[in-house]
């Protein structure tokens, strides 16, 4: 079947730009997370969505940061006014079900790729 | 979620076995512990978890001592394909402080 799939895959944009990155779940999948890497470093986790709710959105970098999630499918994470160390990929996972009595396999999207100019 | 330790890089050669630790102290009872694989340009990609002593596919095998508080990703006779990071994760959202860490994990790098 489809994987996560995150359009578009690459992005370049100049500072103070608005962008928006989209990911598209695995049919079915509840669970959607959000995570961030930079260049040679470890993934970063944002935030994640069960349902259409967020639980705790204090990963999210700073408040340029929002992200939704509709309908408990296709997510929206958006950069306001973006600065050049937002360059980084912006990696999309989701999972079936967050049930908090086993660790979820989280299956990944390719990512978006972020330049800011 | 439980913090976890990890070598930053390892090289073997083609061949040979490969076993990357992670130490993970304050694991909880109720945790799993689940290894990931990142090769260049892509997302990660679950590669086993286990709850205790050993887990066993087609990929890889995991060694989890009677404490739990480390574990052992072994990878039989790695070709150059498996040159990527590998990344230990231990825990679930729902349980702490719903944020996840990967880590920097362990950049392996197979030879010829």
């Known amino acids: 079947g489809a994987g996560v799939s995150q359009s578009p895959s690459n992005k370049v944009t100049e500072k103070g730009k608005d962008v928006e990155l989209r990911c598209d779940p695995i049919?079915?999948?509840?669970?959607l997370y959000w995570y961030r890497q930079s260049l040679g470093q470890g993934l970063e986790f944002l935030i994640y969505?069960?349902?259409?709710?967020?639980?705790?959105k204090s990963g999210l970098p700073s408040d340029r940061f929002s992200a939704e999630r509709t309908g408990g499918s296709v997510s929206t994470l958006t950069i306001q006014r973006t600065q050049q160390e937002d360059s980084a990929v912006y990696l999309c996972?989701?999972?079936?079900?967050?049930?908090?009595?086993?660790?979820?396999?989280?299956?990944f999207g390719p990512g978006t790729r972020l330049l800011v100019l | 979620l439980a913090k976890t330790t990890q070598p930053i890089s390892m090289d073997s050669y083609e061949g040979q076995e490969v076993n990357i630790t992670c130490s993970h102290n304050?694991?909880?009872?109720?945790?799993?512990i689940t290894w990931y694989q990142q090769f260049p340009s892509q997302g990660p990609r679950f590669i086993i978890q286990?709850?205790?002593t050993k887990v066993t596919n087609e990929v890889a095998s995991l060694f989890i001592p009677a404490d739990r508080k480390s574990s052992t990703l072994s990878l039989p006779r790695v070709s150059l394909s498996d040159t990527a990071v590998y990344y230990c994760?231990?825990?679930?959202?729902?349980?702490?402080?719903?944020?996840?860490?990967f880590g920097k994990g362990t950049r392996l790098h197979i030879l010829p």
């Open positions: 996972a989701s999972s079936l079900l967050v049930t908090g009595l086993y660790q979820e396999t989280q299956y």
């Open positions: 994760l231990v825990g679930d959202i729902m349980n702490r402080d719903d944020k996840i860490i």
């Open positions: 049919s079915g999948h509840t669970a």
């Open positions: 286990g709850y205790k």
């Open positions: 969505f069960q349902g259409n709710s967020a639980p705790d």
């Open positions: 304050n694991i909880a009872t109720n945790d799993y």
